[in-house]
């Protein structure tokens, strides 16, 4: 069975599809990616400018629709990345143990990039990286958010998926260690 991973932004059409796709382009390993938003409104398409960017950084955006966060995604979920800290304090405010495995996403390639992760099943994958926590150096708190780009010039849109490719260099390499 393939390891829950949920991405999770505000609208679901420009930060979490773009992470989510560029995590499925890069990560071979029995991962099951998805998206969601807190404010999405079910069945919108993705901006053209997010679809833009997520070919650019080689993702496959067609056929994507938004589908709102729900108590039972996060349940369902073994690991969450989300596009800003609002975000994450929405997911644990749906399912309070998901604070256990809710990063944004940022957090989690910034603790990935100093864990050493184990090949294992995502729990243990997780784990490690989870374990990092503690010793990571402070950062300031917008340094754990992508800017959302939605409605703004595409220059936002360009910073936002530098943003997220960014980290999703980081983070993938940990992914692909899911067995």
Do not use: K, W
Request: glycine letters at 6%; hydrophobic letters at 45%; aromatic letters at 6%.
């Amino acid at each position: 069975m393939a390891f829950p991973v949920l991405l999770v932004c505000s609208g679901n059409i420009c930060r979490s599809p773009i992470a989510e796709q560029l995590l499925r382009a890069r990560v071979e390993a029995p991962v099951e990616f998805g998206s969601a938003g807190t404010l999405a409104r079910p069945g919108m398409p993705m901006t053209d400018e997010a679809a833009l960017m997520s070919r650019q950084h080689g993702g496959e955006p067609d056929g994507h629709l938004a589908r709102r966060v729900t108590r039972e995604l996060v349940q369902s979920s073994g690991l969450i990345l989300t596009a800003a800290r609002e975000h994450r304090a929405r997911v644990v405010e749906l399912f309070p143990r998901a604070s256990a495995y809710t990063f944004t996403l940022r957090q989690f390639a910034r603790l990935a990039a100093m864990a050493e992760v184990p090949e294992g099943d995502g729990r243990s994958v997780v784990a490690a990286v989870a374990a990092r926590r503690g010793f990571a150096a402070p950062v300031a708190p917008d340094q754990d958010d992508v800017p959302d780009p939605y409605r703004r010039p595409l220059a936002e849109y360009e910073v936002a998926a530098a943003l997220i490719d960014d980290a999703v260099r980081s983070v993938a390499p940990a992914l692909a260690r899911v067995r």
